[in-house]
Antibody, heavy 119, light 109 residues
Framework: QVQLQESGPGLVKPSQTLSLTCTVS??????????WTWIRQLPGKGLEWLGY???????YYNPSLRSRLTISGDRSENQLSLKLNSVTAADSAVYYC???????????WGQGTVVTVSS | DIQMTQSPSSLSASVGDRVTITCQAS??????LNWYQQKPGKAPKLLIYDASHLETGVPSRFSGTRSRSGTNFTFTVSTLQPEDIATYFCQQYGNLPLTFGGGTKVEIK
């Protein structure tokens, strides 16, 4: 059973870059027909899809965040990363990584990591 | 973006009741619709995929249907159990970006 685990700083200052890592175990990010996905949940609110990276390395982003967001994969470490620059308080959320099959069925999720943007 | 309108936003029901949640897409998504359960402090869990397919290991009291229009979807818990207390979300993947419904919080009466 594939497992995903998010990690990163819980506190980021406004205007800085948020960097998160998702470590994948019991499965490879470079094989299989999967989209490796980042999603966030704003406090007390719903879920927002941020983007994903296909096993081939091709990326897709939510247009609302495309100018600030980079998703990449490290095959040697079997990790995903998310970088969101110029953050504001509105980016405070629980950030999840997930594995999607084939394009949008989010079958496995990490436990999530809380990120607060504050000075 | 495809808007997903989910209703109701909350409901209260008794153990053993039949519970129904609906989700309407702003355009035809054929059957590219999934349902998730989220308990407090936990990640969402996939219950139903492609509108009506039960994810492996999910109890059969959960089910999903699609109307002929490809825009209206229904999620049902046939016999509500205490462990079903959670928030439920629909999610479409007919078009990018993937979008979610606003959620339905289910409580025990």
């Amino acid at each position: 059973q594939v497992q995903l685990q998010e990690s990163g700083p819980g506190l980021v200052k406004p205007s800085q870059t948020l960097s998160l890592t998702c470590t994948v175990s019991n499965g490879s990010i470079s094989t299989g027909d999967y989209h490796w996905t980042w999603i966030r949940q704003l406090p007390g609110k719903g879920l927002e899809w941020l983007g994903y990276i296909y096993y081939s390395g091709v990326t897709y982003y939510n247009p609302s965040l495309r100018s600030r967001l980079t998703i990449s994969g490290d095959r040697s470490e079997n990790q995903l990363s998310l970088k969101l620059n110029s953050v504001t308080a509105a980016d405070s959320a629980v950030y999840y990584c997930a594995r999607a099959r084939p394009r949008g069925v989010l079958g496995q999720w990490g436990q999530g990591t809380v990120v607060t943007v504050s000075s | 973006d495809i808007q997903m309108t989910q209703s109701p936003s909350s409901l209260s029901a008794s153990v053993g009741d039949r519970v129904t949640i609906t989700c309407q897409a702003s355009q035809d998504i054929t059957n590219y619709l999934n349902w998730y359960q989220q308990k407090p402090g936990k990640a969402p869990k996939l219950l139903i995929y492609d509108a009506s397919h039960l994810e492996t290991g999910v109890p059969s009291r959960f089910s999903g249907t699609r109307s002929r229009s490809g825009t209206n979807f229904t999620f049902t818990v046939s016999t509500l159990q205490p462990e079903d207390i959670a928030t439920y979300f629909c999610q479409q993947y007919g078009n990018l970006p993937l979008t979610f419904g606003g959620g339905t919080k289910v409580e025990i009466k």
